[in-house]
């Protein structure tokens, strides 16, 4: 399964993050422009997305085989294996 975000995600993770914080509700338009850019160039460095056309691949997290069996143990932490590391 492709795991991807778009534009229009993001752009609705600030508008949300708008809504819940006042200081960034005063943010101009150039330093919300920024503060996107720059945690987009983040995650890329990181290798946590990848830029394909019009969308952005999230890549799955590398993580040991025991940290993988502890979190198979318990029902909850085991979502964070389905929607963080694709498994």
Avoid: H, M, Y
Avoid at 39 to 61: A, F, Y
């Amino acid at each position: 399964q492709k795991r991807v975000i778009t534009d229009g995600v993001i752009n609705a993770f600030f508008e949300r993050k708008e809504e819940e914080s006042e200081d960034v509700r005063n943010w101009n338009i150039a330093t919300k422009k920024k503060v996107r850019q720059v945690l987009l160039r983040i995650l890329v460095e990181c290798q946590l997305l990848k830029k394909e056309e019009q969308e952005w691949r999230i890549t799955p997290i590398l993580i040991s085989q025991r940290l993988r069996e502890l979190v198979k143990k318990d029902d909850t932490k085991r979502l964070l294996l389905k929607f963080v590391l694709d498994e």
